[in-house]
Every structure is written in C-alpha cells, then in structure tokens.
C-alpha cells in the first residue's frame, strides 16, 4: 500500500517539483536525472560496483577522501557519485571526476523513479553520508540485496525532534538499512531512540576528521615572531583582518601576519589594502621566506596555504565573514593550531561543532570578537597551550572512520 500510495503521489506532485527545480535553476538535464532518467551507463549485471551519495557541500566534503582511497585500493570496482544539490553536484565533479565511473543526481524517493535508476546503476553497496533517510529507496535496495548503510550518520536536535514525533515511521524505515554507523555516541543514541537496531547501529568517528598532514617541504623563517595565519579570505574580510591585525599589534608586538586570499585573481586588490593600512608587506610569489622585513605576507601562491598552516601559531578561516560558508579549519587543527571563525560556517558546521565543544576552536560573531579572542589566546599561555593540545586530542579521538567504511567495503 505504502509503495502504491508513493507512486500515485509522484505523479501529483511532479509537476510542482519540476516547478520549483527550474525556479532554482536546475537544468532540465538534471531535473530528467532526478526523475531517474540518467544515461545509459554500460555497468553489467557483473559488475561490482559501490555508489555513495552526499547530498551538498558538507556531505561531498566528508566523502572526497573515502572515495579516492576506495578507488586507490579496489581498482576493480566502479563508483557512482549522486548528490541532491547542483552545489553538490558541481563539487563533486570538481574533486571526483577523475575518480568516479558515473556522478550523477540521486532519484527522487518515489518507487517508480527509484526503480529506474537501480535498473541502470545495479550496485551492490551504497552508502550514504549523514542524514539522509530514503524510505523508498532503502526499501527497493534491501528487496535487490543491496547493501545500504548510513555512514558519518548524524541528527541535529531540531531534526530529531521532528523526527521522534513519527517514530513510529522511522522505526519501521530504518529496518531496511544494513547498518548505521554515526559520527559521535550522541548521535548513536539519537538513531537508537528512533528505533534503529542495536546491533547494527554503532559509532564510527567523523570522516572528515581523516586527513593526512601535508609534508611541509619549505622553510620558512618567523625570525621569533608569532603569526597571525589569516586563510581563504574573501572580498570583504581582508579589511577586517588587517584593521585587527593593527589593533592587537599594538598591545603584541611580536605580531606578524599571513594573509592568503582564496581568489589569486584578487592579489592586488589585497595588495592595495595592506599597502592603505601603512604595513610594510612581501609576496611569496617573489621569494619571500622570513619576517626579517615585513609586517605582512601575502601569499599569492598555488598549493602552500595547507603547508603554510605549520608556521601560524593562530589561525583565521576565511569565507566565514560574508556570508560563504567558511571553509575547512582541519586543515590548521591538523597542525595543533587555534582556529578562529567568523559566523558563517553553514558548509562545515559540523566540524565547527566537533572543534568548539573540544575547545580546539572558536566561532566569533563579529570583529570585536575576533579581536577578543585572539587577544587572549596571544596573551594567556594557559589558554594558548590549552587550545593547542585539545587541537591534538580532538584528531587522535575523531580519526579511524575511513578504515571503518573501508572495512566494510
């Protein structure tokens, strides 16, 4: 009944849903994808292939190294991408193009649709990311024999609250599932009161957080100065970190800092900046290897920023003071430094969360903020070397996920 009453409701509503992709300016290509339509693929009844679905940002993030590893250790199996999102999508053809066999978008849950595509994807595990609960799908995929499983699985409070309210529902949908496996004992528990089964349900650590440490092969010379390591910055947030660069010289003298706009195409534009605030700046384009001279370092070089992370003693997140959505502060942390970000951090939120409740980082609401907090970290060593060593301690805890994952596969 349950699968009658879905297929009567899609051609309902499929109108309005195309409606509203179109008005998001989905291409009709992709709306087509959605509704199962994908191309003809090539994949045999034979083949052995594993399909991971993220559906944005956050979720192609924390998938990116897990699919490269699987496809570095098992080139026998094909991988299929889906994503629900065209931010998603673009991404993921931008870190796993050259890695996946298929990206493409996942079915809207709908069994009609839903059975279309497993015609032509035909996988054998699938394993989705974080939250995302299909009750079509997962129910087609355990009637094939298709292993499905939630990784990095996680529920936010709001979300478990509404979902509690059908428990009744969910209990019975996460049947379906081959395992559960979440980012934290929290959300363990949160999938356990939903009804999930015990006995496959179990905490796994966060994907994300199982990153390698760049080799740093340069020097760089801080000539015993402390550097304020300002990362990924965005039109709009240069002003504000060299108008607090300024102000917390004047009480930190040994103060330097790094400044690395996101945007190369940008440089001059940073350049003018600096040169506007009075700081006496070099660019490592140029050769710049130390703080013997200047004030400030633009970096305006391909592939350093990761490296560069070594030499920052804090650490600013770009994209996090207009409205982008942040980018990663892992890849500070990983070096035991002090994160520091502005209220923007819708695209990693959860590693904000992870980070801020370890006392590894800190989320501020505006520039008095920043100012406050790098304040204390320069001022009070306790504080200072406390952070650094929860930088350490939330790695060591959060890492083993990807092993997990590829255990199973």
Not at 52 to 74: C, D, P, T
Not at 234 to 257: A, F, P, Q, T
Request: hydrophobic content about 40%.
């Amino acid at each position: 009944m349950f699968k009658l009453l879905s297929n009567i409701s899609f051609y309902i509503v499929k109108p309005i849903i195309s409606v509203v992709l179109r008005k998001k300016d989905y291409p009709e290509s992709a709306i087509a994808r959605k509704y199962g339509n994908i191309p003809e693929t090539g994949f045999g009844q034979d083949d052995n292939l594993v399909m991971f679905h993220g559906v944005s940002v956050g979720e192609i993030n924390a998938l990116e190294n897990l699919v490269k590893k699987v496809r570095a250790e098992h080139t026998d199996l094909k991988i299929v991408v889906t994503t629900g999102t065209h931010t998603g999508q673009d991404l993921a053809k931008k870190k796993l193009g050259e890695v996946a066999d298929l990206i493409t978008y996942f079915p809207a849950d709908f069994p009609v649709v839903v059975e279309k595509f497993l015609d032509k994807i035909n996988p054998t595990k699938v394993f989705i990311a974080e939250t995302e609960i299909w009750p079509n799908f997962a129910m087609e995929c355990k009637k094939r024999g298709v292993e499905i499983y939630i990784i990095n699985g996680r529920i936010s409070d709001s979300t478990f609250k509404s979902y509690k309210t059908f428990k009744f529902l969910f209990k019975y949908f996460l049947t379906f599932y081959t395992g559960i496996f979440t980012q934290s004992d929290e959300d363990n528990d949160k999938f356990l009161q939903l009804g999930a089964n015990p006995e496959t349900t179990k905490r796994m650590n966060n994907l994300k957080f199982d990153i390698q440490k760049p080799i740093v092969d340069f020097e760089f010379d801080k000539c015993g100065n402390r550097v304020l390591l300002a990362g990924s910055t965005h039109k709009g947030e240069d002003e504000i970190v060299l108008y607090i660069y300024r102000k917390l010289k004047e009480k930190h003298s040994d103060l330097k800092l790094i400044i690395a706009p996101r945007h190369l195409t940008r440089t001059e534009e940073v350049r003018a900046l600096t040169e506007s605030f009075g700081f006496k700046y070099g660019f490592r384009s140029n050769g710049m290897s130390d703080f013997s001279e200047n004030d400030v370092l633009i970096l305006d070089t391909i592939g350093e920023l990761g490296k560069m992370y070594a030499f920052a003693d804090i650490a600013l997140i770009g994209g996090s003071f207009n409205n982008t959505g942040g980018h990663n502060p892992l890849e500070a942390t990983i070096f035991e430094k002090p994160v520091i970000s502005g209220p923007s951090i819708h695209n990693f939120k959860d590693i904000y969360n992870i980070i801020k409740n370890a006392g590894a980082g800190f989320v501020v609401k505006d520039k008095e903020g920043l100012y406050n907090i790098s304040d204390k970290l320069l001022s009070d060593a306790d504080f200072y070397a406390s952070t650094v060593n929860s930088s350490a301690k939330v790695f060591k805890e959060q890492q083993g996920a990807l092993q997990f994952v590829l255990n199973l596969i």
